[in-house]
């Protein structure tokens, strides 16, 4: 019996966005327009619009990342769930970050356990993008819009 090598950790990112959007090529063509385009679709907010875009061009691979964990947040969420992300640096670019935060309107122990289980679903990717990305929540609940 042979074995199945996947060539690197977002080959299985790849089949995944492949299999959840067959009619499109793959990560390839995920442009970090249409990426932000649908984060605004799913009643985000995103704090320096053009902070983001920049860090993105820098680190495509965070792109195809929170392409794909922004859409499973609303696997493990209902629609009163809102996403913010920002661009963490705390002065030093070095220690920048991409945060995508979760923010619903009731907290519950159940919030964490499904926050968990999407960060374990791209943690190992990280291992080798060059970038930095975090998924997690700042216990606030969605802005008004």
Known sequence: MGSCVIASPFSALRMLFEKMHPTTAGFDSISIEETLSNIYAMNAKIESPSKV????ERYPEITEILSVVSEQV???FDYKAQLYLNINDDGDADSEYLA???RVPNYDESV???IEKIQKYYYHLLDNATGWFLFTTDFLPPEVT
């Open 53 to 56: 875009r920049v860090y993105l």
């Open 100 to 102: 995508l935060y979760l």
């Open 74 to 76: 609303y696997q493990y």
């Open 112 to 114: 964490m356990d499904r």
